[in-house]
């Protein structure tokens, strides 16, 4: 089945049609580089113009622009005060249901305050700033004054352990820390800074707290804490921008790989602003007045995307929500659509399950009219989730744009174009222009039809990563060892997919060691790391098990210490969960369990992870097991799992 979008609906659009789409494609065949140096002067607002597009010389650390200097926060802020200045930027809703409106004016000034704050703080150019806020307005000043003194931010998601946050302090070595007091879920308070507290406690490098207040409640105060509301006051609402390179970082995020701790990802400042802007307008249908509303965290990079840079790049008014979509009730998202009149709506295959699930009706108690695009992120959506959204939120009449990306792509990559892409449900269908995907083997031939493939990036693109933070090696074997395309070592994503017979790419999930809970990636190696420290545990091996809402859920093979082990699976559970609490958070929390005699192991000792992610599927066992040094632990442990 195929749906096309409405020509009378899209008949102004940017990209109009397959045809229109067809040509820019051609246009970067033909000179990929002059044709990204034209968006690039036409979409970024320059200090000084760059005098080279492309450096390939030292791949894959490809360079963009070379030479040019601007700075993001005056792409998403000063040069909208000619004509947009009264124009809402964000619109905030709170937890409580109370609400602000922030024009581009008022967004300047609050932006120059926190960055002449974070000056007065010794901040620089080049410092580490991490920001850990719950979804509230000075999260998104934070960011943009961070950028607008070429300060590195790195947000990190507020539902991460202090011993986490540790880690992504002490790699980033970040100066000063944001963060609020906490915040409010469901009516109920929560804290953030005991967290921080606990976080820094014996971490040298971190000189100031800046600490938000939002909920009121009691925190601790040390001799490193600053009041953002005591400081603000002071300070003058003019901050000239910095003069920043086109390769200057604008911000790390960390990000789970199959292998050892998370990645800073690194980004650039012209390359990415380009691409969140571009993708924002061309994608989305983005058009004057239009309300943009993106559901994700701030701590993800479709936050940073596609609530902040993108949108404000754009000139667009985007949504900024500090609640859950099922709080007071499951028809809060749709109110919301109602009220604020949104015109895009963005989210995750889980939160439309979930809406999907406890409120298959609600969409019908609203008026929805003003949605002209929905779109989805983060993993695979499944056909049945994918008709509800279409037929009960889209009402038959709005193109669902799949967005397939990652962290590391800086925007998307592989997406239906709303008002021109005729989609097939849960198809990402084709690359956008200027991006070279495509489904290889390892040594880059194209996989037929309906085979399955890696799916690699064969061209550098101006969003992408530029490194891991401190660990340039890292970044190489992580997405440059896997795969090569005419001899050249090519952008390997971790995700395998498939053509179907028309040409349109289906992402089948992850082929490495990642699993995708709710749409967030978290690697089964960081999991197991942790569970190895529990006393009880021997050895243990996570793999993702398909679930209705979450997409995946975490399952732990465990193997206890001493023979007789007589620990029953909820008490070794529980001691797993309190353990991964502490030091990841509670979004990797473990699911199920099942105590296993031993591991299936090669004779060489390598865990065949590939039979562990069968057995918890229920599939049937098709690999050959002969290699391994105990057979029979296959059927025992199917028999276990099936209980
Ligand atoms: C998965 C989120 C299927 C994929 C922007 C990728 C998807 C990982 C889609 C990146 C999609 C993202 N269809 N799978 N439309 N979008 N993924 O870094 O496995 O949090 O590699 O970035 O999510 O997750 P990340």
């Not at 001799?223 to 000239?240: M, P």
């Not at 091996?541 to 732990?556: Q, Y």
Request: charged fraction near 25%.
């Amino acid at each position: 089945m195929i749906f096309y979008p409405d020509r009378k609906i899209f008949k102004n659009s940017r990209i109009k049609n397959m045809c229109e789409y067809r040509n820019l494609v051609e246009d970067f065949k033909e000179d990929y580089e002059g044709t990204w140096a034209k968006y690039a002067r036409i979409k970024l607002d320059w200090i000084r113009p760059f005098t080279k597009t492309l450096d390939e010389s030292n791949a894959p650390f490809y360079k963009w622009f070379i030479g040019g200097k601007l700075n993001a926060s005056v792409q998403c802020i000063d040069r909208h005060l000619k004509d947009k200045k009264n124009k809402t930027a964000i619109i905030w809703e709170a937890d409580d249901g109370s609400r602000k409106f922030v024009t581009y004016l008022e967004l300047h000034k609050e932006v120059n305050r926190f960055a002449n704050l974070l000056k007065s703080l010794g901040v620089k150019k080049g410092d580490r700033v991490v920001i850990y806020m719950p979804m509230i307005l000075e999260a998104a000043y934070a960011m943009l004054a961070c950028a607008r003194i070429g300060a590195i931010h790195s947000v990190v998601f507020g539902g991460f352990s202090a011993d986490a946050l540790k880690d992504r302090i002490l790699d980033a070595q970040a100066k000063v820390v944001i963060t609020a007091d906490g915040a409010f879920r469901k009516g109920k308070a929560y804290m953030l800074k005991p967290v921080v507290d606990e976080a820094i406690k014996d971490v040298e490098c971190v000189e100031k707290v800046v600490v938000v207040e939002r909920n009121g409640e009691d925190i601790n105060w040390t001799n490193r804490d600053v009041s953002y509301e005591e400081l603000i006051k002071l300070q003058s609402s003019k901050c000239d921008p910095e003069i920043m390179d086109s390769e200057d970082p604008l911000f790390l995020l960390y990000t789970s790989g199959s292998t050892g701790k998370p990645k800073g990802v690194q980004h650039s400042t012209a390359g990415y602003m380009l691409w969140a802007q571009m993708t924002m307008e061309n994608v989305f249908d983005l058009r004057d007045n239009d309300t943009f509303w993106c559901t994700a965290d701030i701590g993800w990079i479709t936050g940073h995307t596609y609530i902040i840079y993108g949108p404000l790049a754009a000139g667009a008014t985007t949504l900024m929500f500090e609640g859950v979509f099922t709080y007071p009730d499951a028809g809060r998202a749709w109110r919301m659509v109602e009220e604020y009149q949104v015109n895009q709506f963005y989210t995750a295959p889980t939160a439309i399950r979930l809406l999907h699930k406890l409120g298959a009706d609600e969409p019908k108690k609203y008026d929805l009219a003003s949605l002209r695009v929905l779109g989805t992120v983060g993993e695979p959506i499944d056909p049945e989730a994918w008709m509800w959204y279409y037929e009960e939120v889209g009402q038959g009449k709005c193109p669902i744009v799949d967005t397939w990306w990652q962290t590391e792509t800086g925007g998307h990559m592989i997406t239906p174009i709303a008002s021109a892409t005729p989609i097939k449900p849960a198809s990402a269908t084709f690359p956008l222009p200027g991006i070279f995907a495509e489904i290889i083997d390892e040594e880059g031939n194209k996989v037929k039809p309906n085979e399955k493939g890696l799916l690699c990036i064969t061209k550098p693109w101006p969003s992408m990563i530029r490194t891991i933070w401190n660990d340039p090696q890292r970044f190489v074997n992580s997405y440059f060892s896997t795969a090569k395309k005419d001899g050249k070592a090519v952008y390997f994503s971790g995700d395998g997919a498939i053509y179907d017979e028309d040409g349109y790419i289906f992402i089948t999930g992850r082929v490495d060691d990642v699993i995708n809970v709710s749409g967030h990636r978290l690697g089964t190696a960081e999991i197991e790391a942790v569970i190895k420290k529990v006393d009880l545990v021997a050895e243990n091996a996570v793999v993702g098990k398909p679930d209705e809402i979450k997409g995946e859920s975490i399952f732990a093979y465990i193997v206890l210490k001493g023979e007789d082990n007589l620990a029953t699976e909820v008490e070794v559970l529980q001691k797993i969960n309190e353990a991964i609490s502490k030091e990841i958070g509670n979004i990797a929390k473990v699911d199920s369990i099942a105590i296993v005699p031993a591991l299936p192991k090669t004779r060489s000792g390598k865990i065949m992870r590939r039979i562990l992610r069968s057995i918890a599927k229920g599939e049937e066992i098709t690999q050959d097991i002969s290699t391994l040094e105990d057979p029979s632990i296959v059927e025992k442990i199917q028999n276990i799992v099936k209980g």
